[in-house]
Every structure is written in C-alpha cells, then in structure tokens.
C-alpha cells in the first residue's frame, strides 16, 4: 500500500474510515493524520460557538458534497 490519499484521510477524519496499518508503521502518514488531527481540533475549538441556521448548514454541505462528487469524477 502506498501513502494515504486526501480522501483517505478524510474518511478518517470524519469517523468513516478506519485506520490502515500502514500508518503503524509509516512515518510519514503518522505525521500527516497527527496533523489533521490537531487542525481539526483547533477548527471546532476556534468556531464551536459559531452556529449557523439549519438551513444554510444545509446548503453549505450540499455544495461541499457536490463539488467532492464532481471532482472524483473528474480525477477518477
């Protein structure tokens, strides 16, 4: 197995995807997934008191998954 992708690490983030072994023993992606990690942490810290309508949370994740459906295709 090569180096996790972006999407990899993603559904890692999101509580998806599990944590490949590969990352047992590579540095490397160690240090990657350790860095998300801690900027996922600082990003619901920093904004944990923002709170947008249900709506626009809506919205936001419907373009955020369209565009994440549109770029696959495109690169896939």
């Known amino acids: 197995m090569g180096h996790l992708t972006e999407d990899c690490f993603e559904d890692i983030l999101w509580g998806g995807g599990a944590i ?3 990352v047992d023993w590579c540095v490397r992606c160690r240090a990657r997934l350790q860095e998300k990690y ?3 942490h600082l990003m619901r810290r920093t904004f ?3 709170h947008a309508d249900p709506g ?3 919205r936001i994740l419907a373009q955020l998954v369209a565009v994440r459906s549109r770029t696959a295709v495109t690169t896939g």
């Open 20 to 22: 490949p072994e590969h």
């Open 38 to 40: 801690a900027l996922a």
């Open 48 to 50: 944990s008191s923002v």
């Open 56 to 58: 626009l949370a809506g």
